[in-house]
C-alpha cells in the first residue's frame, strides 16, 4: 500500500504561480512514475504531468511550458510548479504513483481567478 497527501493547492490570480507536493508513504519502493492528473467542474478528469523513475517527463499540451514536475526520491515527495495560471487551470488536482498497482491522492483544489 501507498499513501499520498497532496498540498500547496489555494486561490491565485490568472498570471500568479502555485507548488503542489504529493507525499508518499508506505510501500514506495513499488513506486516507478509519478504523476498528476486534475478535473475541471463538470469534465472528466484529464492527464496534467508525470516523471518516470529516470527522471523522464511527459505534459499535457495544455500545460506545457508554465508546469514543471519534478521528485525528490529522498523525500518521497512530488512536485508540480505552475506558473502563468490560466483561469483554465482551474481544477481539483490529483496525484498518482504507479508500479505493481496505481494509487491516488485525496486531491487538492486550485483556483484560478481575479
Known amino acids: 500500500q501507498v499513501q499520498l497527501v497532496e498540498s500547496g493547492g489555494g486561490l491565485v490570480q490568472p498570471g500568479g504561480s502555485l507548488r503542489l507536493s504529493c507525499a508518499a508513504s508506505?510501500?514506495?519502493?513499488?513506486?516507478?512514475?509519478m504523476g498528476w492528473y486534475r478535473q475541471a467542474p463538470g469534465k472528466q478528469r484529464e492527464f496534467a504531468a508525470q516523471?518516470?523513475?529516470?527522471?523522464?517527463?511527459n505534459y499535457a499540451d495544455s500545460v506545457k511550458g508554465r508546469f514543471s514536475i519534478s521528485r525528490d526520491n529522498a523525500k518521497n515527495t512530488l512536485y508540480l510548479q505552475m506558473n502563468s495560471l490560466k483561469p483554465e487551470d482551474t481544477a481539483v488536482y490529483y496525484c498518482?504513483?504507479?508500479?505493481?498497482?496505481?494509487?491516488w491522492g485525496q486531491g487538492t483544489q486550485v483556483t484560478v481567478s481575479s
Open positions: 516523471i518516470s523513475g529516470g527522471g523522464s517527463t
Open positions: 498518482f504513483v504507479s508500479g505493481v498497482r496505481v494509487y
Open positions: 508506505g510501500s514506495i519502493s513499488s513506486i516507478v512514475n
